[in-house]
């Protein structure tokens, strides 16, 4: 569900653009009772030049989120010794044989979403040395297009991923676009609960301060950010 706030003028800079978003974050906590600090943003990258990456590191952002492997590959592997404090997190699908690219390239995969992708991703981060951070991708909706473990069987897949050694922090999701999201985010906060999961990546550019509502931790902002993108693809981040 869409956000009644303003947003930033079309003519906006990149560098306004992030501003007011950051703003909105900040009311958005205070609202809820909760410290802005809380809450991180991650700014979508997919599809954006050099030069919207360049204004958005110039802001100061560091937590940034890519939706295919190569794409991100393009954009970050230049970069990413030479940024300080770099976070890249995947937040699209992710194919079994790219789980070694994933875990040489991102700090954290955020759509673990089946058995056999954890098997990929706890077999490449064990060959690689080091221990990998993911979230379990929730499809709340049960939409057929969409990746995500269905509720139901989101607790077996869960403990699957643990017990293979791979560092689950929480659960990401994408609401339906024709449905008001906060039931979806409130589902969402649920299963965390129940396996005492911190991390709650929901909310995109329309509904980031419904989100954090609900408890949001990091929320995946894009076109609020950089403008409008190419609608045709499946949503998978913003």
Same mark, same amino acid.
Request: contains cysteine; glycine residues 8%.
């Given at each position: 569900?869409?956000?009644?706030?303003?947003?930033?003028?079309?003519?906006?800079?990149?560098?306004?653009?992030?501003?007011?978003?950051?703003?909105?974050?900040?009311?958005?906590?205070?609202?809820?009772?909760?410290?802005?600090?809380?809450?991180?943003?991650?700014?979508?990258?997919?599809?954006?030049?050099?030069?919207?990456?360049?204004?958005?590191?110039?802001?100061?952002?560091?937590?940034?989120?890519?939706?295919?492997?190569?794409?991100?590959?393009?954009?970050?592997?230049?970069?990413?010794?030479?940024?300080?404090?770099?976070?890249?997190?995947?937040?699209?699908? *992710?194919?079994?044989?790219?789980?070694?690219?994933?875990?040489?390239?991102?700090?954290?995969?955020?759509?673990?979403?089946?058995?056999?992708?954890?098997?990929?991703?706890?077999?490449?981060?064990?060959?690689?040395?080091?221990?990998?951070?993911?979230?379990?991708?929730?499809?709340?909706?049960?939409?057929?297009?969409?990746?995500?473990?269905?509720?139901?069987?989101?607790?077996?897949?869960?403990?699957?991923?643990?017990?293979?050694? *791979?560092?689950?922090?929480?659960?990401?999701?994408?609401?339906?676009?024709?449905?008001?999201?906060?039931?979806?985010?409130?589902?969402?906060?649920?299963?965390?609960?129940?396996?005492?999961?911190?991390? *709650?990546?929901?909310?995109?550019?329309?509904?980031?301060?419904?989100?954090?509502?609900?408890?949001?931790?990091?929320?995946?902002?894009?076109?609020?950010?950089?403008?409008?993108?190419?609608?045709?693809?499946?949503?998978?981040?913003?």
């Amino acid at each position: 569900m869409a956000s009644s706030s303003p947003e930033p003028a079309s003519g906006s800079s990149i560098a306004d653009r992030f501003a007011a978003v950051r703003r909105r974050i900040g009311a958005a906590c205070r609202a809820a009772g909760r410290d802005p600090g809380e809450v991180m943003l991650t700014a979508v990258t997919k599809t954006q030049p050099a030069e919207a990456l360049a204004a958005a590191l110039a802001t100061g952002q560091r937590v940034f989120g890519e939706n295919r492997v190569q794409e991100a590959q393009a954009h970050w592997s230049e970069l990413r010794d030479s940024v300080a404090d770099l976070e890249l997190r995947l937040i699209g699908p *992710l194919q079994t044989n790219k789980a070694a690219d994933a875990v040489a390239l991102f700090d954290v995969v955020e759509t673990l979403d089946r058995a056999k992708l954890a098997d990929a991703l706890a077999a490449a981060a064990g060959k690689a040395g080091r221990p990998l951070r993911v979230l379990v991708q929730v499809n709340t909706g049960a939409e057929p297009q969409k990746a995500g473990v269905l509720p139901e069987d989101a607790d077996v897949l869960i403990r699957y991923a643990r017990d293979k050694g *791979l560092i689950v922090e929480g659960l990401m999701c994408i609401p339906p676009a024709d449905e008001a999201a906060g039931p979806h985010f409130a589902l969402l906060r649920k299963i965390a609960g129940r396996h005492g999961l911190k991390v *709650l990546s929901m909310g995109m550019s329309g509904d980031y301060e419904a989100a954090i509502r609900f408890g949001a931790t990091h929320v995946r902002v894009g076109s609020a950010l950089f403008g409008e993108r190419n609608r045709s693809e499946t949503p998978s981040s913003d």
